[in-house]
């Protein structure tokens, strides 16, 4: 049974312990603490490309690869060393993040000097999710139920941050691996409650509603029903569950979990599907990690229905996995073409891809 128990920390910021397995952790609050400065944090519109850019300076100063024994996210085992969570243990926890690129109280910035420099205070809010308290953990490597514990958390999340006014889009994702840039190695994903549209999520947006309005059908039913029927690119199967190499991928091993039931969020997976997505979701992972026995950079994106209040029946959940070796030990930089122009090259065949990925067998 899933309990909440939320905190506020000495800084002002919140954290929420989910437990399921467990009670509640005695919690040891500190007394007194810093206090939170906010650099400079304004959305700057870019009108080459008309869309917003987020300055954020005090990330700058972030926490970069700590020592393991000084890891934040580890539970505050060691009174000597004060931890992000005040707690000797925990299951799941979300909290705050301290380095946001948005905040609720992120001030109104200057006005802008020209109509060339259009800015506006960057609102809305970023969360930390750290997935478990063992440092050296993994998604993949976690077991099963824990995998599934956190899809509830993720799905609360995702009803509590929606419910707000300021919030337009709540997407969650994960960064792993040094090599995207991970400056925390403790098993963690990140939340951010977008004051707007991202561009790419427009995007997807308008494609899916164009789709929608030409044939009657959503986009992602009729993805999952001809994933199915080719049979050559799928990864994993799971009940009424898939995970397959696009088509069209941009990454060479880039895989999307998809669900055949029409879901526009996590919140409105039934509980045998939830136990099926954290399943699919566990063996590509761990398929990942299999393929040449090192653990693989990717980058974790779940798509959502926005939480403007607009009604859209093409929104259907999916999650895109996007590693970044395109073979064993050669990176996929994203360099002239696909950062300058927008248009990936994908090196490799889809095909051959999602069959090397099935032969990567997952740990029982």
């Given at each position: 049974?899933?309990?909440?128990?939320?905190?506020?920390?000495?800084?002002?910021?919140?954290?929420?312990?989910?437990?399921?397995?467990?009670?509640?952790?005695?919690?040891?609050?500190?007394?007194?603490?810093?206090?939170?400065?906010?650099?400079?944090?304004?959305?700057?519109?870019?009108?080459?490309?008309?869309?917003?850019?987020?300055?954020?300076?005090?990330?700058?100063?972030?926490?970069?690869?700590?020592?393991?024994?000084?890891?934040?996210?580890?539970?505050?085992?060691?009174?000597?060393?004060?931890?992000?969570?005040?707690?000797?243990?925990?299951?799941?926890?979300?909290?705050?993040?301290?380095?946001?690129?948005?905040?609720?109280?992120?001030?109104?910035?200057?006005?802008?000097?020209?109509?060339?420099?259009?800015?506006?205070?960057?609102?809305?809010?970023?969360?930390?999710?750290?997935?478990?308290?063992?440092?050296?953990?993994?998604?993949?490597?976690?077991?099963?139920?824990?995998?599934?514990?956190?899809?509830?958390?993720?799905?609360?999340?995702?009803?509590?941050?929606?419910?707000?006014?300021?919030?337009?889009?709540?997407?969650?994702?994960?960064?792993?691996?040094?090599?995207?840039?991970?400056?925390?190695?403790?098993?963690?994903?990140?939340?951010?409650?977008?004051?707007?549209?991202?561009?790419?999520?427009?995007?997807?947006?308008?494609?899916?509603?164009?789709?929608?309005?030409?044939?009657?059908?959503?986009?992602?039913?009729?993805?999952?029903?001809?994933?199915?029927?080719?049979?050559?690119?799928?990864?994993?199967?799971?009940?009424?569950?898939?995970?397959?190499?696009?088509?069209?991928?941009?990454?060479?091993?880039?895989?999307?979990?998809?669900?055949?039931?029409?879901?526009?969020?996590?919140?409105?997976?039934?509980?045998?599907?939830?136990?099926?997505?954290?399943?699919?979701?566990?063996?590509?992972?761990?398929?990942?990690?299999?393929?040449?026995?090192?653990?693989?950079?990717?980058?974790?994106?779940?798509?959502?229905?926005?939480?403007?209040?607009?009604?859209?029946?093409?929104?259907?959940?999916?999650?895109?996995?996007?590693?970044?070796?395109?073979?064993?030990?050669?990176?996929k930089y994203l360099a002239g073409s696909e950062t300058g122009a927008g248009t990936f090259i994908n090196d490799t065949l889809p095909e051959e891809k999602a069959e090397e990925l099935r032969w990567a067998e997952p740990r029982t």
């Amino acid at each position: 049974m899933l309990q909440k128990t939320q905190i506020i920390k000495p800084d002002g910021r919140y954290l929420v312990f989910y437990s399921f397995d467990r009670p509640p952790p005695a919690l040891a609050t500190p007394e007194g603490g810093p206090s939170r400065g906010l650099g400079s944090l304004e959305l700057r519109w870019n009108p080459l490309v008309e869309e917003w850019v987020v300055v954020a300076s005090e990330r700058q100063e972030r926490t970069f690869l700590p020592p393991s024994r000084y890891c934040p996210f580890c539970p505050t085992r060691d009174p000597s060393f004060a931890t992000e969570v005040p707690a000797p243990h925990y299951e799941v926890v979300a909290l705050e993040n301290r380095f946001p690129s948005f905040r609720p109280d992120a001030p109104e910035p200057a006005p802008a000097a020209s109509e060339l420099q259009t800015r506006t205070a960057a609102r809305g809010v970023c969360e930390v999710i750290l997935y478990s308290p063992e440092h050296h953990a993994t998604l993949g490597g976690l077991p099963q139920a824990q995998v599934r514990h956190l899809l509830d958390a993720w799905a609360d999340r995702y009803q509590e941050l929606g419910a707000r006014s300021d919030v337009h889009y709540v997407y969650i994702f994960e960064n792993r691996g040094e090599e995207i840039g991970v400056t925390l190695t403790h098993p963690h994903g990140q939340i951010y409650a977008f004051p707007y549209l991202p561009p790419r999520i427009q995007r997807k947006l308008t494609a899916e509603a164009a789709y929608h309005e030409r044939t009657g059908r959503c986009l992602h039913c009729d993805r999952f029903a001809d994933e199915l029927a080719d049979g050559r690119r799928l990864v994993a199967r799971r009940g009424d569950m898939v995970a397959f190499v696009p088509f069209a991928a941009r990454f060479p091993y880039e895989v999307h979990i998809l669900g055949r039931a029409h879901r526009p969020s996590l919140a409105a997976l039934a509980g045998e599907e939830r136990e099926a997505l954290a399943a699919v979701l566990r063996t590509v992972l761990q398929k990942y990690d299999n393929l040449w026995s090192l653990p693989m950079p990717y980058m974790l994106a779940m798509h959502q229905a926005p939480t403007d209040g607009v009604e859209r029946p093409g929104c259907h959940l999916h999650i895109e996995l996007m590693p970044l070796y395109r073979s064993r030990g050669k990176l996929k930089y994203l360099a002239g073409s696909e950062t300058g122009a927008g248009t990936f090259i994908n090196d490799t065949l889809p095909e051959e891809k999602a069959e090397e990925l099935r032969w990567a067998e997952p740990r029982t």
